[in-house]
């Protein structure tokens, strides 16, 4: 059995891993290259904001919205950890994920003159893989405080996000594609490691209890 401080690490670990913030960063630059600082930090800000509350509501929610539909928990673990597997082996390869997001998303969102809510807070900071990735965490928690550290792990990720957002042209610099690059396969390959785990414990549930 995991302890509190274990499985917040997971939690924390795999939502940084799957918002990426490191990644988005470039994008941000890419899609807002006439706006001032002002209005990137508006964008930002709301941005994580609205991720906040996305991921949340899936948090609290998600179990009670597969209950209703028939689908099993031991299932959408499997299914869950098969969509974070995909995305961990693209950053691997450092590929953009299309579970994530597409360049032409990208192109679009460079048309817009606000890209606060999309594509910036969804699909590229709360896309499939993040929402999946709640949903399960939340699922494997074994406690009422281990599921409060769920979103204590989302409150953290998103302030994170907000600083790298912020300081985007400067952390790019900084590390460079090269850097960046590296940064990027390290979380693809904790990820796998925590998607595979996923995978199994879902195996677990839906053979070991009827599918429950």
Do not use: W
């Amino acid at each position: 059995m995991e302890t509190e401080l274990g499985f917040f690490l997971t939690a924390f670990v795999s939502l940084f891993a799957l918002l990426d913030p490191i990644g988005v960063a470039p994008i941000f630059v890419f899609m807002t290259p006439a706006n001032s600082a002002a209005e990137k930090k508006s964008m930002a800000l709301r941005a994580c904001l609205f991720v906040f509350c996305v991921l949340a509501f899936f948090a609290a929610t998600g179990s009670v919205i597969f209950r209703f539909l028939g689908i099993t928990m031991g299932a959408f673990r499997i299914a869950g950890g098969l969509i974070l597997l995909k995305i961990s082996l693209d950053m691997i390869e450092a590929r953009v994920s299309p579970a994530r997001h597409t360049l032409k998303e990208d192109e679009e969102g460079r048309l817009k003159e606000d890209v606060a809510i999309v594509p910036l807070g969804v699909p590229l900071l709360a896309g499939p893989g993040s929402i999946s990735g709640v949903i399960v965490l939340m699922s494997r928690a074994p406690s009422i405080l281990a599921q409060s550290l769920v979103f204590a792990a989302i409150g953290l990720n998103v302030l994170v996000a907000y600083s790298v957002l912020r300081h985007a042209s400067r952390i790019g610099e900084l590390l460079g594609e090269t850097g960046q690059g590296v940064f990027i396969r390290i979380m693809g390959l904790l990820l796998a490691a925590i998607s595979v785990e996923f995978i199994l414990s879902g195996i677990q549930v839906y053979f070991g209890r009827g599918g429950s």
